[in-house]
T-cell receptor, first 112, second 115 residues
């Protein structure tokens, strides 16, 4: 079992819709969770961070965390073509020094 | 501008020819790390450094070396590259970790092809 699992996609949504990206993880000791966005050929950039159960909103982005179910999600409201990218879920591994474990990413395609 | 830089950005080389990929950050970060990214596998940590002169293996260290003689620089060395090291490499840095949040900032990436 991979430590961080994501559906590779592509997830295709129309412009203006809500995109829902999901991630499950196996490390029950993890406390911090991150969503990175990566455009094709570019480096990952952090868009959301969450450590408490529940929802965290930042503009059009909402991160959701459920530690009991070991589940993290990212919602993108009013999706735009510029949101088309690969979204990487990551957690700060409880057994390592500042170690991030990444999922393989979900490719999102927002079509006009 | 706060940033992580890597050089070269693109490199095509042949099996066995030693190479070094440089990484430098200007944010006075203690922690630096190298990742490789392969399709379907995501980012995997190669080596990391907690501070100057302190480095340790990540998940896929075989075939790589690193050094951390100065806080700002963290070069990745491939002594004898092989085709299975063809990948996209990222350097990242962050402040000394404390608490729950510690963003890692990534360099622009180095695309390496070993023939």
């Amino acid at each position: 079992q991979k430590e961080v699992e994501q559906n590779s996609g592509p997830l295709s949504v129309p412009e203006g819709a809500i995109a829902s990206l999901n991630c499950t993880y196996s490390d029950r000791g993890s406390q911090s969770f991150f969503w990175y966005r990566q455009y094709s050929g570019k480096s990952p950039e952090l868009i959301m961070f969450i450590y408490s159960n529940g929802d965290k909103e930042d503009g059009r982005f909402t991160a959701q965390l459920n530690k009991a179910s070991q589940y993290v999600s990212l919602l993108i409201r009013d999706s735009q073509p510029s949101d088309s990218a690969t979204y990487l879920c990551a957690l700060r591994f409880s057994g390592g020094y500042n170690k991030l474990i990444f999922g393989a990413g979900t490719r999102l395609a927002v079509h006009p | 501008e706060a940033q992580v830089t890597q050089n070269p950005r693109y490199l095509i080389t042949v099996t066995g020819k030693k190479l070094t990929v440089t990484c430098s950050q200007n944010m006075n970060h203690e922690y630096m790390s190298w990742y490789r990214q392969d399709p379907g596998l995501g980012l995997r940590q190669i080596y990391y450094s907690m501070n100057v002169e302190v480095t340790d293996k990540g998940d896929v260290p075989e075939g790589y070396k690193v050094s951390r003689k100065e806080k700002r620089n963290f070069p990745l060395i491939l002594e004898s590259p092989s085709p299975n090291q063809t990948s996209l490499y990222f350097c990242a840095s962050s402040l000394v970790p404390g608490g729950l949040y510690n963003e890692q900032f990534f360099g622009p990436g180095t695309r390496l092809t070993v023939l």
